[in-house]
């Protein structure tokens, strides 16, 4: 099993910077991909950026140029969210999405609890 606990959220003005913490626990070795998604209250979960277990990234639209995921193998995985605008207000979660269990040749998916980030003025 994976755990995986988002931190770092809050309430920040428009233009504002917060970073977003999710640190792993459990069976880590099996992670590889991370996710960032986001949950507007009402809408339905969108992805945010990606990292690979080999450092790669990749973004949505709407935040390229502003976000930035980063990792610190294989324990704590962060978004750095800068130029922060009322649309990014969300609950945000980290997912990854294709962990080796433990003793199987099996993949699942984890997610965590999510962080609330407000950004209002």
């Known amino acids: 099993q994976v755990q995986l606990v988002e931190s770092g959220g809050g309430l920040v003005q428009p233009g504002g910077s917060l970073r977003l913490s999710c640190a792993a626990s459990?069976?880590?070795?099996?992670?590889?991909?991370i996710n960032w998604y986001r949950q507007p209250l009402g809408k339905q979960r969108e992805l945010v950026a990606t990292i690979s277990k080999d450092g790669s990234t990749k973004y949505a639209d709407f935040v390229r140029g502003r976000f930035t995921i980063s990792r610190d193998n294989p324990h704590t995985i962060y978004l750095q969210m800068n130029n922060l605008k009322p649309d990014d207000t969300a609950v945000y979660y980290c997912n990854a999405p294709d962990a080796e269990v433990e003793e199987t040749f099996l993949v699942a998916s984890y997610w965590g609890r999510g962080t609330l980030v407000t950004v209002s003025s």
């Open positions: 459990g069976y880590i070795a099996g992670i590889n991909d």
